[in-house]
T-cell receptor, first 116, second 114 residues
Framework: AQSVTQLGSHVSVSEGALVLLRCNYS??????LFWYVQYPNQGLQLLLK??????LVKGINGFEAEFKKSETSFHLTKPSAHMSDAAEYFC??????????????FGQGTILTVHP | KAGVTQTPRYLIKTRGQQVTLSCSPI?????VSWYQQTPGQGLQFLFE???????NKGNFPGRFSGRQFSNSRSEMNVSTLELGDSALYLC?????????????FGPGTRLTVT
């Protein structure tokens, strides 16, 4: 079974500081990995996705993530935090086929707080 | 392109009642997935429909059901509501023809059971 672990339910950074949100996955097949962001009272917005084409993936709003198979990790980073980045972030995994049609398995989420 | 829409956005029901939530996917998307989001359990997969067929189902009781219509719109139904069914219900659509299976989410329906 697939699973995702997000280390740290809350992360707090200062505006302009590096953002690092951690995600480790477990999958018996090559995974497809995603990061989503959720603002209060909204649905989830796709930030970026790993498709096996490149290990460093760039997404929207200056975010990027690096797939490290040896560490089973897919950490999300942003060089300089902005106040508008404050939200909850979810890492998700899919095996994109087989009997897991349409199913994303999500981590528990990390709430990012950005201080002025 | 219009995004995924869900109606209603907010709903208050009483224990024992039933409820139907609606989801319209992005035009051209044929797969619709449903998720339940709660503070305690996080985001949990309910089921997925493609071409009017349920292809995948999560670990929820039979009180949770769904269907998909020929235009890909989907509904989910919860019967005999319990307090624990209070949650944000999200639907997501995708185009399985791509190799990536990214899902696009609607704004959700906030269900409160009293």
């Amino acid at each position: 079974a697939q699973s995702v672990t997000q280390l740290g339910s809350h992360v707090s950074v200062s505006e302009g500081a590096l953002v690092l949100l951690r995600c480790n996955y477990s999958s018996s097949v090559p995974p497809y990995l995603f990061w989503y962001v959720q603002y209060p009272n909204q649905g989830l917005q796709l930030l970026l996705k790993y498709t096996s084409a490149a290990t460093l993936v760039k997404g929207i709003n200056g975010f990027e993530a690096e797939f490290k198979k040896s560490e089973t990790s897919f950490h999300l980073t942003k060089p300089s935090a902005h106040m508008s980045d404050a939200a909850e972030y979810f890492c998700a995994v899919s095996d994109a086929g087989g009997t897991s049609y349409g199913k994303l398995t999500f981590g528990q989420g990390t709430i990012l707080t950005v201080h002025p | 392109k219009a995004g995924v829409t869900q109606t209603p956005r907010y709903l208050i029901k009483t224990r024992g009642q039933q409820v139907t939530l609606s989801c319209s996917p992005i035009s051209g998307h044929r797969s619709v997935s449903w998720y339940q989001q709660t503070p305690g359990q996080g985001l949990q997969f309910l089921f997925e429909y493609f071409s009017e067929t349920q292809r995948n189902k999560g670990n929820f009781p039979g009180r949770f059901s769904g269907r998909q219509f020929s235009n890909s719109r989907s509904e989910m139904n919860v019967s005999t509501l319990e307090l624990g069914d209070s949650a944000l219900y999200l639907c997501a659509s995708s185009h399985p023809g791509t190799s990536i299976y990214e899902q696009y989410f609607g704004p959700g329906t906030r269900l409160t059971v009293t």
